[in-house]
Nanobody, 125 residues
Framework: QVQLVESGGGLVQSGGSLRLSCAAS????????MTWVRQAPGKGLEWVSM????????RYQDSVKGRFTISRDNAKNMLYLQMNSLKPEDTAVYFC??????????????????RGQGTQVTVSS
C-alpha cells in the first residue's frame, strides 16, 4: 500500500532553514506528481509547492516563492522541501501528498489520493 513518511521538521528561529523529506513507497514514485501542503493551527490545508513526475515543472505558493525549493530524487523515491528564510507564519504541520497524475493542479484536492502523517514546523520570532 501507499506510504508517505515525512521527516525533518522542528523548531527554528525566524530566518532559519529546514529541509523536509518525504519517503515514498507502495507505488511507482516516478510516475506521479507530488505536492507539499501545510496546515497552520486553526486553519485549513494550504498547498505550498508542487513538482511534476519528472521534476521539470515546479509550482510555488506566492508566500513561499524565492524562499522554498521543492525537489525529488526518483531513484531514491524521495521528495524534499528546502525551506530558507523561515517566518513565524510558516509554522504549520507539513504533509507530502501524492497526485493521481504525472502533473497536477496543486490546489485541486480531488487530484490527490494519499497524504503522509505530517511533520511539525515551528518558527519562533
Amino acid at each position: 500500500q501507499v506510504q508517505l513518511v515525512e521527516s525533518g521538521g522542528g523548531l527554528v528561529q525566524s530566518g532559519g532553514s529546514l529541509r523536509l523529506s518525504c519517503a515514498a513507497s507502495g507505488f511507482t514514485f516516478s510516475d506521479k506528481a507530488m505536492t507539499w501542503v501545510r496546515q497552520a493551527p486553526g486553519k485549513g490545508l494550504e498547498w505550498v509547492s508542487m513538482i511534476n513526475s519528472g521534476g521539470g515543472t515546479k509550482r510555488y505558493q506566492d508566500s513561499v516563492k524565492g524562499r522554498f525549493t521543492i525537489s525529488r530524487d526518483n531513484a531514491k523515491n524521495m521528495l524534499y522541501l528546502q525551506m530558507n528564510s523561515l517566518k513565524p507564519e510558516d509554522t504549520a504541520v507539513y504533509f507530502c501528498a501524492k497526485s493521481i497524475y504525472a502533473w497536477a493542479h496543486p490546489d485541486r484536492w480531488s487530484e490527490y489520493d494519499s497524504r503522509g502523517q505530517g511533520t511539525q514546523v515551528t518558527v519562533s520570532s
